[in-house]
């Protein structure tokens, strides 16, 4: 089975621009979520989709929005880049949703690495 | 707000020692989870405790729950450089709305 894989691996934008980043969930999966992580904050929780809804957010600001495919793809947005969104951005899948009780593995993928100049 | 404090926040011990990285938490978790993270992958899923007081091995690592399931421990015994890499914990509330937290990491460096 394929892993969770996400595009670009490497993204170098400016501030102010907008970007759009991408994640192809285990088969089968359909749970998909999302986590910011850095070096000073670690591994922070941005939202969580499950068949094509939005079951919980982390505390981020509007700019971070995302969506789910009825494929399960998932695709999270930024908009109006800031030097401080520059981060490793990682998505995780799972069967079914993470919450509540872990009872599925979530695996996650290798990540996009942002660098906002 | 739920928070988990991992320590030591880094480690660098001689091959053959042993060492235990921290957990903990004010807030009671229904489950927590190990994961080890390498450069430029994302972390990968070691264990899953779920029961107070549980305790898990996996070869040469030990993973305990505490029993009011707000800590919990890793200990590694006679460490090698394969374990090098970023552990991470995380928690998980009680409710479908809960959202998983994780802890700030313990980046362990095992010298040859």
């Known amino acids: 089975k394929a892993g969770v894989t996400q595009t670009p691996r490497y993204l170098i934008k400016t501030r102010g621009q907008q970007v759009t980043l991408s994640c192809s969930p285990i088969?089968?999966?359909?749970?998909v979520s999302w986590y910011q992580q850095t070096p000073g904050q670690g591994l922070q929780f941005l939202f969580e989709y499950f068949s094509e809804t939005q079951r919980n957010k982390g505390n981020f600001p509007g700019r971070f929005s995302g969506r789910q495919f009825s494929n399960s793809r998932s695709e999270m947005n930024v908009s109006t880049l800031e030097l401080g969104d520059s981060a490793l951005y990682l998505c995780?899948?799972?069967?079914?949703?993470?919450?509540?009780?872990?009872?599925?593995?979530?695996?996650f993928g290798p990540g996009t690495r942002l660098t906002v100049l | 707000t739920q928070l988990l404090e991992q320590s030591p926040q880094f480690l660098s011990i001689q091959e053959g020692e042993n060492l235990t990285v921290y957990c903990n938490s004010s807030s009671v978790f229904s489950s927590l989870q190990w994961y080890r993270q390498e450069p430029g992958e994302g972390p990968v899923l070691l264990v899953t405790?779920?029961?107070?007081?549980e305790v898990k091995k996996l070869k040469r690592l030990t993973f305990q729950f505490g029993d009011a399931r707000k800590d919990s421990s890793l200990h590694i015994t006679a460490a090698q450089p394969g374990d090098t890499g970023l552990y991470l914990c995380a928690g998980a509330g009680h409710s479908s709305a809960s959202k998983i937290i994780f802890g700030s990491g313990t980046r362990l460096s095992i010298r040859p």
């Open positions: 995780a899948s799972s069967s079914t949703p993470p919450a509540g009780g872990i009872t599925d593995t979530q695996y």
């Open positions: 088969s089968g999966h359909r749970s």
């Open positions: 405790v779920v029961t107070g007081g």
